[in-house]
């Protein structure tokens, strides 16, 4: 599909494992209609989910993560601290983007879910989460 020409959001994040964007998605999409949002991530060693925040899956993404891709001297991608090369295998396991359908301008999100911004990379402090939006 060709570009809406609407306007795209930037994101700018301090590096936090888990970032929630949840009100940023909302405002962004406020007043909208009915359609799409998409959220992508340009960033080779950041994620973006669909999760409940606050009640312990947050907490449990984060020992996920820690177990599954740690932080040690055993990728063969090396530059950067110790263990980099688990940053960037985060966006192939957990993704770059996620699409969200909106109705009257609101997010069609389940009750608990968040727009969260996974990232694990000790060597870059400042990401960028796009927002587009495809009316429809």
Sequence with gaps: MADTGQPRAQLLTTRHTLTDLTAELMA???GRGDGLAHAFCP????AL???EMGAGSDRDLEVWLEANLPHEDRYRH???AV???ADHLL???LGAQVSVPVREGRPLLGT????VLVD????NNRRQVLLSFIPG
């Design 78 to 80: 090396r530059h950067g």
């Design 91 to 93: 966006p192939a396991v």
């Design 112 to 115: 608990w879910q968040s727009l």
């Design 83 to 85: 263990g980099h090369g």
């Design 49 to 51: 989910v669909l999760i």
């Design 120 to 123: 694990t990379n000790r060597d």
């Design 43 to 46: 960033h080779a060693t950041a």
């Design 28 to 30: 962004f999409c406020s």
